[in-house]
């Protein structure tokens, strides 16, 4: 786990619209959050020192090519809910800027955000995580987040996605 200083944490409150004063020195930690999303509809998250799956859960695009299912030049979301042994479950969303309405998944590596612009078609991505066992925080990665969003193509131009950034803990 890292910590973000105050200046990075004042900018996060403000993007989010939610300003307010620190009496005291406020710092946000940061936790790895690692995910793959495969063609072959399957999920695997690794957050808060746990493994989740699913498998048949992924929604937003057509596999196996990860192809856009909404007629929108801004963005392109994908999700999957996944489970941890426990019987707790969470919720994976990764939102892309850009458009790949009935065309695949580009290929590449992504940077992190915490929003990515409309319709810009810089490889820029944003990934959050919620955890029943957390029902008041969700993972968010920001603008100074680590890591990146991997894209990937097989022969046959079937798409797996990967996730590996550092992310915040968010307060709902």
Not at 117 to 128: F, R
Not at 135 to 158: F, I, M, N, Q, W
């Amino acid at each position: 786990m890292k910590n973000i200083g105050i200046s990075a944490t004042l900018a996060i409150l403000v993007t989010a619209g939610c300003v307010k004063e620190p009496s005291a020195p406020v710092s946000f930690e940061a936790f790895p959050l690692r995910a793959t999303v495969t063609p072959d509809n399957h999920c695997t998250v690794e957050a808060w020192g746990r493994t989740y799956t699913s498998i048949g859960q992924v929604r937003g695009a057509v596999l196996p090519t990860f192809s856009g299912t909404l007629e929108s030049d801004g963005y392109h979301a994908i999700g999957c809910w996944v489970s941890h042994s426990d019987g707790t479950d969470g919720e994976l969303v990764v939102t892309f800027s850009g458009n790949s309405y009935q065309l695949p998944f580009p290929t590449g590596s992504f940077r992190p955000v915490l929003d990515p612009p409309y319709g810009s078609t810089e490889k820029i991505v944003s990934v959050s995580f919620s955890a029943s066992f957390l029902p008041t925080v969700k993972l968010r990665t920001v603008d100074e987040s680590s890591g990146a969003v991997t894209v990937e193509s097989d022969a046959t131009g079937a798409r797996t996605i990967r996730v590996d950034v550092t992310a915040l803990r968010w307060e709902l």
